[in-house]
């Protein structure tokens, strides 16, 4: 107690900033452009809690990368109070955002790495900072391969259609976007992810997979990397737990003792196995 | 008390049931609590006392149990509920055996310790409606739980079986319970700051409302998020919207168990409230909830000639 | 560390002469009624003074046609002493400094009411029915060794750690007398039933899916009083009041209620009352051990006694010890 210094910041403060831009994903998802806070230091697959003044707060991944100094992005699918709150906002408003929090994705043991990136609908947007930030001028000398799979129920249900036009442009990587439901101009592939997956030709050996996406569709995208030989320690996937204050300390997003704020979001399958199947 | 007829009834029962749910002794000295009987085997850790407060029908509400053939101890209190769940479509007849128990009331603890100082269990004998301490045989009314004191109905109005013989008297007029009359009898401002009091100490841990056999809805409003009925905060208004707003709920419903009362921790006087809107309907509907089963519950009753006399 | 003597007399016109400096939790009054005078503030809960069942953190409003987010001070506190029980004392020091003074993320407005509430441990002469503590390490004696303690010795209050002369200079404390008391302390923490196996967090963590924990959890009806009266229980909430002028506010929440880990997709990891069981044995018996290293439990047994449907923690931890082997 004694030796403690004396706290300068109250750590559920958040600091106010100004929406920049809104993009119209989907029907139900959007992505906010925010002004990025002071002091604001993150990694891919870190996330921030987002307050809407006279609202309330949530927790939202980035999908910006880091490389993007100016600005924060989260993309956020309507399904609450917080998300409802925030889809009636305008650009030129105001939110609050405190963070970063979470430990992100293992960067570090990605390095050399060839990467294999497993999205599903609303799921891409942790993802995407991380794609974003490997495929950055001056960190895709670090990355082997990138091979990015999207699916989303329907055409419709994509997001960053703008980006994924951009990706399918470049040579340095592979994209492949299915669609569980096509429709009348839809000319892409049809079928569920862990099917598509199924037919990659992808030496296992060789590359890492990040998961991130509905907890089914997690489900099965697995059992399908096992069964192409992953070994679970290369399979990387990030989890969501109702959260409050983003520090270890309100005390309900843990899955056993570990903290999905804290010691997550981001968990290898490996570690996955020795949690229980609380979440 | 009652024992023997107990286990050996539910030895039988057992043979056609999932479970009975009754009561065994507790951890703490003084105390029963509710026991879920699966084997027969476990048919002697069955009791009944002056302990067995818990409104045994609250469990036929959890999820594992709802839809299968259950017994169940059922004192006037309990009886009452479960009459109310099944004309509330909560449970089905058909799936209960109902063991009916008279009831001479539930001794409240802190008045045995309030007269007697620190409890030995040994110190005591209990019989129907006396104790008897240190060789000294008492008339058990001062003890009893002020809802006990207040009861009405102290037999079961339903039941497949009947354990031992009917209460012959009515307990509020032998104990003369009169803390509503007395509540009627200060000013608004008196009773205002009474209530007041009494609800700062709430810490809104809701177990009034979990410990209720009838509080059942799925979201109460006091969780709600949408509307946002009440503040997160335990302030004393929102702690008295609360449990005004629960009594209003409970209107023509409560069976005046006390299950609220004697499951607060920290000693709020509950089931004043709910018991007063209870006296009201009594007076004005002469209606009480979980008597007769066929009577229609006078406010959750649509009638198209309604005068509405009330609405201006 | 300072040692001494007071009489009963003088420990008892000192605390009567500063009143207002002292309050005392309800179940240290239980114990000390006779030494201490009448008419202390008495609360619940250690935790209601230096983590309050609800408290603004920061407010905002909309004036000027912008938004204003600040913090809300909670303002230095006068210095306060709380008499309390080595079990209340140990879930202070141990499990809420633990939380909320963790060195990466130090709760501003906790710090701010901590920092001035100074804890007088009353080592417990006699043991209240409903405590077990020498189960989760702890023994009715047990004090930090920086906080002031008080204990009945030999017709007089033994004392240690009074730096500020609160209780008097007082006589000191002899070599034989140090060693009766050493004995006594001794001989008392070898009459109380053993802690817990050292392995016992890992393995309870090892029966996570075991069917047993239906079987226990029955009788719970999930509401929150055992938390909230818990010492250690310090899980919160945080919830957004007011709309154009408000408060973020930080407000006791409990394992126990089904909107604890609802998600907004309305899934809920803890469905039943059986996870939401074991999520609270799991957390004080396991997780937290696991963790950090101390148990989220001191033993204090304040549960036992309110639980209005006599579920026990003790039976139910002495249980799964049991069944675990």
Same mark, same amino acid.
């Given at each position: 107690m004694d030796s403690l210094s004396v706290p300068v910041k109250n750590i559920y403060l958040p600091e106010l900033v100004q929406i920049q831009e809104i993009i119209e994903e989907t029907r139900d998802i959007k992505t906010f452009r925010v002004q990025r806070p002071h002091d604001f230091e993150y990694r891919p697959g870190q996330f921030a809690e987002v307050f809407v003044p006279g609202k309330g707060e949530a927790p939202f991944s980035i999908t910006s990368s880091p490389t993007q100094e100016a600005f924060l992005e989260f993309s956020i699918k309507r399904v609450g109070t917080v998300t409802e709150a925030l889809h009636r906002l305008n650009p030129g408003e105001t939110v609050g955002v405190r963070g970063p929090y979470?430990?992100?994705?293992?960067?570090?043991?990605?390095?050399? @790495?060839? =990467?294999? #990136?497993?999205?599903?609908?609303?799921?891409?947007?942790?993802?995407?900072? /991380?794609?974003?930030? $490997?495929?950055?001028?001056?960190?895709?000398?670090?990355?082997?391969?990138?091979?990015?799979?999207?699916?989303?129920?329907?055409? @419709?249900? =994509?997001? #960053?259609?703008?980006?994924?036009?951009?990706?399918?442009?470049?040579?340095? /990587?592979?994209?492949? $976007?299915?669609?569980?439901?096509?429709?009348?101009?839809?000319?892409?592939?049809?079928?569920l992810v862990p099917e598509v997956l199924k037919e990659l030709s992808i030496d296992a050996k060789d590359f890492k997979a990040i998961v991130c996406g509905p907890p089914i569709m997690i489900k099965f995208t697995i059992k399908t990397l096992l069964e192409m030989g992953f070994q679970p320690g290369c399979i990387i996937t990030t989890l969501e737990m109702r959260m409050k204050c983003g520090l270890g300390k309100c005390g309900r997003c843990n899955i056993g003792p570990y903290y999905v704020c804290k010691d997550g979001p981001v968990f290898s399958y490996e570690e996955l196995q020795k949690m229980p199947e609380e979440y | 008390m009652y024992e023997?007829?107990?286990?050996?009834?539910?030895?039988?029962?057992?043979?056609?049931?999932?479970?009975?749910?009754?009561?065994?002794?507790?951890?703490?000295?003084?105390?029963?609590?509710?026991?879920?009987?699966?084997?027969?085997?476990?048919?002697?850790?069955?009791?009944?006392?002056?302990?067995?407060?818990?409104?045994?029908?609250?469990?036929?509400?959890?999820?594992?149990?709802?839809?299968?053939?259950?017994?169940?101890?059922?004192?006037?209190?309990?009886?009452?509920?479960?009459?109310?769940?099944?004309?509330?479509?909560?449970?089905?007849?058909?799936?209960?055996?109902?063991?009916?128990?008279?009831?001479?009331?539930?001794?409240?603890?802190?008045?045995?310790?309030?007269?007697?100082?620190?409890?030995?269990?040994?110190?005591?004998?209990?019989?129907l409606d006396s104790l008897t301490f240190k060789g000294e045989n008492l008339s058990i009314g001062p003890f009893l739980e002020a809802t006990c004191q207040r009861c009405l109905h102290p037999n079961p109005p339903l039941y497949d079986h009947l354990i031992g013989q009917e209460v012959t008297y009515i307990p509020r007029k032998r104990w003369n319970n009169d803390a509503l009359t007395k509540l009627d009898m200060v000013s608004r401002e008196e009773r205002w700051a009474f209530f007041a009091g009494e609800f700062e100490k709430c810490i809104r841990c809701y177990a009034c409302r979990n410990s209720c056999p009838l509080c059942y809805c799925k979201e109460c409003f006091a969780e709600m998020q949408r509307p946002y009925w009440l503040s997160g905060a335990a302030t004393p208004s929102e702690n008295l919207f609360f449990h005004v707003g629960r009594s209003l709920h409970m209107a023509g419903r409560c069976v005046e168990c006390g299950a609220c009362e004697r499951a607060c921790p920290v000693d709020i006087p509950i089931a004043l409230l709910p018991c007063k809107v209870e006296e009201l309907i009594r007076g004005n509907f002469d209606f009480e909830a979980g008597i007769d089963p066929d009577k229609e519950p006078p406010l959750l009753t649509y009638r198209e000639n309604d005068p509405g006399e009330f609405i201006r | 560390m300072a040692k001494k003597l007071v009489t009963p007399e003088v420990f008892r016109k000192k605390v009567a002469d500063q009143s207002d400096l002292f309050l005392i939790t309800e179940r240290a009054q239980g114990v000390y009624h006779e030494f201490l005078p009448q008419g202390l503030r008495v609360i619940k809960t250690p935790k209601e003074l230096i983590f309050p069942e609800w408290e603004g953190v920061y407010r905002f409003s909309f004036q000027d046609r912008s938004w204003k987010v600040w913090e809300i001070e909670t303002g230095d506190f006068s210095p306060r002493f709380l008499f309390l029980l080595p079990c209340e004392a140990r879930a202070v020091i141990e499990v809420l400094d633990g939380n909320f003074l963790q060195k990466d993320y130090i709760d501003k407005n906790y710090w701010q009411r901590r920092k001035n509430l100074h804890l007088i441990v009353l080592g417990c002469y006699t043991i209240p029915k409903t405590c077990f503590c020498s189960l989760v390490g702890g023994n009715p004696l047990w004090r930090d060794g920086r906080s002031l303690f008080v204990l009945p010795f030999q017709g007089e209050?033994?004392?240690?750690?009074?730096?500020?002369?609160?209780?008097?200079?007082?006589?000191?404390?002899?070599?034989?007398?140090?060693?009766?008391?050493?004995?006594?302390?001794?001989?008392?923490?070898?009459?109380?039933?053993?802690?817990?196996?050292?392995?016992?967090?890992?393995?309870?963590?090892?029966?996570?899916?075991?069917?047993?924990?239906?079987?226990l959890s029955w009788r719970c009806i999930n509401c929150g009083a055992c938390t909230f009266l818990c010492p250690t229980c310090y899980c919160f909430d945080l919830s957004v009041e007011g709309r154009l002028r408000g408060l973020t506010l930080k407000t006791w929440d409990s394992c126990m209620f089904p909107r604890f880990t609802l998600h907004a997709s309305s899934h809920n990891p803890r469905p039943t009352g059986k996870e939401r069981v074991r999520q609270r044995v799991m957390h004080k018996f396991s997780y937290l051990p696991l963790r950090e290293g101390y148990y989220g439990c001191v033993g204090c047994g304040i549960c036992r006694e309110i639980c209005p449907v006599n579920w026990d923690i003790r039976e139910t931890v002495e249980r799964m010890a049991k069944y675990l082997g």
């Open positions: 979470g430990n992100g994705f293992p960067i570090d043991s990605l390095r050399k @790495q060839n =990467l294999l #990136f497993i999205g599903g609908g609303i799921g891409l947007a942790p993802l995407r900072s /991380l794609i974003n930030y $490997v495929l950055s001028a001056p960190y895709r000398g670090n990355f082997g391969d990138i091979f990015i799979l999207y699916g989303a129920r329907t055409p @419709q249900d =994509l997001v #960053f259609r703008w980006e994924l036009e951009e990706w399918k442009k470049r040579e340095d /990587l592979s994209l492949l $976007v299915t669609v569980d439901r096509g429709d009348d101009s839809w000319r892409g592939r049809v079928g | 023997e007829e107990i286990r050996a009834l539910s030895v039988k029962l057992l043979d056609e049931v999932e479970g009975v749910i009754g009561y065994s002794w507790g951890t703490l000295p003084f105390r029963a609590r509710p026991f879920l009987c699966q084997k027969k085997e476990d048919v002697t850790h069955l009791v009944f006392n002056h302990f067995c407060g818990s409104n045994l029908a609250r469990y036929l509400l959890s999820g594992e149990l709802k839809e299968k053939k259950i017994a169940i101890l059922a004192k006037a209190c309990d009886a009452r509920a479960i009459t109310v769940l099944i004309r509330e479509g909560q449970v089905k007849r058909e799936n209960l055996v109902i063991v009916g128990i008279p009831c001479y009331g539930m001794v409240d603890r802190k008045k045995l310790e309030e007269r007697f100082g620190p409890l030995q269990p040994q110190d005591f004998e209990w019989h | 209050l033994y004392v240690e750690n009074d730096e500020t002369m609160l209780f008097g200079e007082g006589k000191s404390v002899d070599a034989r007398e140090e060693e009766t008391l050493a004995t006594r302390e001794e001989e008392l923490k070898a009459s109380l039933p053993p802690p817990l196996p050292s392995d016992f967090p890992q393995k309870l963590y090892a029966h996570f899916d075991e069917g047993i924990w239906k079987d």
